[in-house]
């Protein structure tokens, strides 16, 4: 996975450094990360979804799995066989019939966060197929971006953060 920094959050004071030359715009009725990616559901994110009255075996393909290591993650979420794109993602209008309650990993694309310490550093992705890559009307990764788009995972980060010095 070829990958590009742009930006760095610190988790006590939430100043933010990043690339003012990255950009990104994720645009309506895309829809291209729902065919090119296999996405892992975590068990939070199959809870979410079954509280939607979704049953797992709907949604979840226990064939592929994801690790880390010999260390077992997760599943993927299925995708339609008639098409490849993923069973949430409405053929029609393009758009996520579960977009408030879709898996962590959907919510991130194209971004990665990594943890170092108090610091939680954010890659983009560099997929091919994403148009919201560096889009001319794109937005930069500044803290307002991170605390609007990310701020409950951020919030999340912070708590092992401030948990980890008691």
Do not use: Q
């Amino acid at each position: 996975m070829e990958r590009r920094w742009v930006a760095t959050i610190d988790l006590e004071t939430l100043e933010v450094e990043h690339d003012p030359t990255f950009k990104f715009k994720c645009l309506e009725n895309c829809g291209k990360c729902c065919y090119e990616l296999e996405i892992p559901v975590r068990d939070e994110d199959i809870a979410r979804i079954e509280e939607l009255g979704y049953s797992a075996w709907e949604f979840v393909d226990y064939d592929k799995m994801f690790y880390r290591g010999d260390k077992f993650l997760s599943y993927a979420l299925k995708k339609r066989p008639f098409d490849g794109g993923c069973v949430f993602l409405d053929p029609e209008t393009m758009r996520c019939k579960i977009y408030d309650h879709r898996p962590l990993a959907c919510r991130l694309y194209p971004f990665v966060f990594v943890k170092h310490g108090k610091k939680m550093e954010i890659y983009v992705k560099k997929d091919s197929f994403c148009p919201g890559i560096d889009h001319p009307e794109g937005e930069a990764v500044t803290r307002e971006f991170l605390l609007r788009e990310y701020g409950d995972v951020i919030e999340e980060y912070r708590r092992k953060v401030v948990k980890s010095r008691e």
